[in-house]
């Protein structure tokens, strides 16, 4: 079992940047590719950005490309999105996601296991 816990949401204004972690026990995520999903209101929940297990792939979603980097620390057992350039459109729960995985699956129903959520609200 791996539990995730998720944190560096809040309330931003559009153009500014937030940092979210995303904090792993249970078992090491060195074998596990993480991801990070976000879902608005009355949406379903989509991919925002993956990245493998040695961190040499990583996927993003078109929408955030060039202004979101996924990042992992596997000695530290944790993940990273520096969200940068933030639009109200980026305003959702941010969820991190693991699965046992030598690729990066990019679909929500790939992964195992998920965390609680953060709140990233931006204002316009």
């Known amino acids: 079992q791996v539990q995730l816990v998720e944190s560096g949401g809040g309330l931003v204004q559009a153009g500014g940047s937030l940092r979210l972690s995303c904090a792993a026990s249970g078992r090491t995520i060195g074998n596990y590719a993480m991801g990070w999903f976000r879902q608005a209101p009355g949406k379903e929940r989509r991919i925002v950005a993956v990245i493998s297990r040695s961190a040499s792939s990583k996927y993003y979603a078109e929408s955030v490309k060039g202004r979101f980097t996924i990042s992992r620390d596997n000695a530290k057992n944790a993940v990273y999105l520096q969200m940068n350039s933030l639009k109200p459109e980026d305003t959702a729960v941010y969820y991190c996601?693991?699965?046992?995985?030598?690729?990066?699956?990019?679909?929500?129903?790939?992964?195992?296991?998920w965390g609680q959520g953060t709140q990233v609200t931006v204002s316009s």
């Open positions: 996601a693991a699965k046992f995985a030598t690729d990066i699956p990019p679909y929500a129903s790939n992964y195992d296991y």
